[in-house]
């Protein structure tokens, strides 16, 4: 059998020696997969007995569906010199993604089916990943206007939001809630009030008084999703809240599910992983929106992805340029890169601990955010695309800024020590991470 590395373009193969791991079914065998143009023909236990078509060692390895992001910011069009579709396609394959959903906060925003097609067209000139556009749910996300959501789904968008802002009104919420749900797609909120953040960076708190940082009270987020849950109460439709990063916020969603409201969650990684104590470093990777809640807010929000009342993990991949984030905390534009570390936080911070086991940790990452956004990914089921993400649950590695694929390198994990690594990501068939290595300075 050849390593995998060596994959040269075979359109009919099986990659043998690994551990299949099926989140959808919770199940986790020693196997093999089938590849056939592109799709998954079969996954199979045992060893293989085809010796007519050509053999991949998977050398043990743990084999899943392709990880799937349901937020994260490419920058293109308009910031460029932050992040591109290309680089940020990379660091997704580079992370072990295969499907990404990218935010709407572009100059212009991605308001006009041109934008949604440019987009794609990258993507797809890129392909190292599949990207899928999240169009601005207002005119320029300026809240005034709604976008104009048909042509906008024809031309490939999967949801609508104003990330980066929440959207402002609660008739305009009504608004779009009511427009969206013609078309079956879900609203993705920014849950922020923006008069109760006003100048704040960071969580109002012990450590924001501490370290003398203006506070951001955790009822900026809170106020905006009771607000939207009222509404939806009214107008059924979609309703996704994104990066959810307080105690008070899992229990509005909570109390929501249990009302059967149509609602999903998700968090990201660095609410799982840091609490507001690691502000004493000042790094101004950790400055985030909504800001780093305190331990507790930490430790319900683990609770919360335990019992299914947040339904997925996204990273919130904001790319900022090296000059935008090396000034005083208070001065830099929150967000950081998350793609590649993605998995490993959950490994580190999910799986090791045994809050959860590994086929419902990738669930996380896998099919419930493809169902979120209703794509086609996530699975391993025959007649599916054959997308996959090989990795080691068990390998520690340092992450250093050498081996960042994306544009920007503003991650709060230099330097840490994670768990877990992504070895070879498949996409459609194609073994993509085998030419990052070619691609490293991509543009």
């Not at 072990?96 to 572009?106: D, E, I, K, L, Y």
């Not at 809640?293 to 319900?300: A, M």
């Given at each position: 059998m050849q390593d995998l590395t060596k994959w040269q373009g075979e359109r009919e193969y099986i990659i043998a020696n690994v551990i299949v791991v099926d989140p959808e079914k919770g199940s986790k065998t020693e196997g093999h997969v089938g590849i056939r143009e592109g799709k998954i023909v079969f996954v199979e236990p045992g060893d293989p007995d085809l010796a007519s078509i050509p053999l991949f060692d998977g050398r043990g390895l743990h084999l899943s569906p392709g990880f799937v992001d349901?937020?994260?910011?490419?920058?293109?069009?308009?910031?460029?010199?932050?992040?591109?579709?290309?680089?940020?396609?990379?660091?997704?394959?580079?992370?072990?993604?295969?499907?990404?959903?990218?935010?709407?906060?572009?100059?212009?925003?991605?308001?006009?089916?041109?934008?949604?097609?440019f987009i794609l067209r990258k993507a797809a000139e890129a392909g190292f990943a599949k990207v899928y556009p999240v169009a601005a749910a207002t005119k320029g996300r300026k809240g005034e206007k709604l976008s104009e959501y048909h042509d906008l789904v024809e031309a490939g968008a999967v949801a609508v939001s104003d990330d980066g802002s929440p959207v402002p009104t609660a008739q305009m919420v009504r608004r779009v809630m009511e427009y969206s749900s013609n078309f079956g797609i879900p609203f993705m909120e920014h849950c922020e009030d923006m008069s109760a953040t006003a100048d704040g960076v960071a969580r109002e708190g012990f450590f924001s008084t501490k370290l003398g940082l203006r506070g951001v009270p955790a009822y900026s987020e809170e106020i905006c999703l009771a607000r939207d849950l009222l509404v939806l109460r009214s107008v059924p439709s979609k309703y996704h809240a994104s990066h959810l990063s307080s105690r008070g916020s899992v229990q509005l969603v909570r109390e929501a599910k249990?009302?059967?409201?149509?609602?999903?969650?998700?968090?990201?990684?660095?609410?799982?992983?840091?609490?507001?104590?690691?502000?004493?470093?000042?790094?101004?990777?950790?400055?985030?929106?909504?800001?780093i809640?305190?331990?507790?807010?930490?430790?319900?929000l683990i609770e919360a992805l335990k019992d299914g009342t947040i339904d997925c993990i996204a990273s919130d991949h904001a790319p900022h340029a090296a000059h935008e984030k090396q000034v005083e905390f208070e001065y830099a534009p929150p967000g950081a890169i998350g793609l590649q570390t993605t998995f490993a936080v959950i490994m580190t911070n999910l799986v090791r601990p045994g809050h959860l086991g590994l086929t419902d940790a990738l669930s996380l990452i896998t099919h419930k955010p493809a169902r979120v956004i209703g794509i086609p990914a996530g699975t391993l089921g025959t007649g599916e695309a054959a997308d996959l993400t090989l990795f080691d649950p068990d390998e520690e590695w340092v992450v250093k800024e050498s081996s960042i694929v994306s544009k920007s390198k503003n991650s709060p994990w230099l330097g840490k020590k994670l768990t877990g690594k992504v070895k070879h990501t498949v996409l459609d068939g194609r073994v993509v991470t085998a030419s990052l290595e070619t691609n490293r300075v991509g543009g």
């Open positions: 349901i937020h994260v910011h490419f920058r293109e069009p308009g910031y460029e010199y932050k992040e591109t579709i290309r680089t940020g396609s990379m660091a997704a394959a580079a992370g072990g993604f295969t499907s990404v959903a990218c935010m709407p906060n572009t100059n212009p925003a991605i308001d006009e089916k041109n934008v949604v097609e249990k009302r059967g409201l149509p609602v999903t969650a998700e968090t990201a990684p660095h609410y799982i992983y840091f609490d507001d104590s690691e502000l004493e470093t000042y790094d101004s990777c950790l400055r985030i929106n909504p800001p809640g305190d331990n507790e807010d930490r430790d319900t």
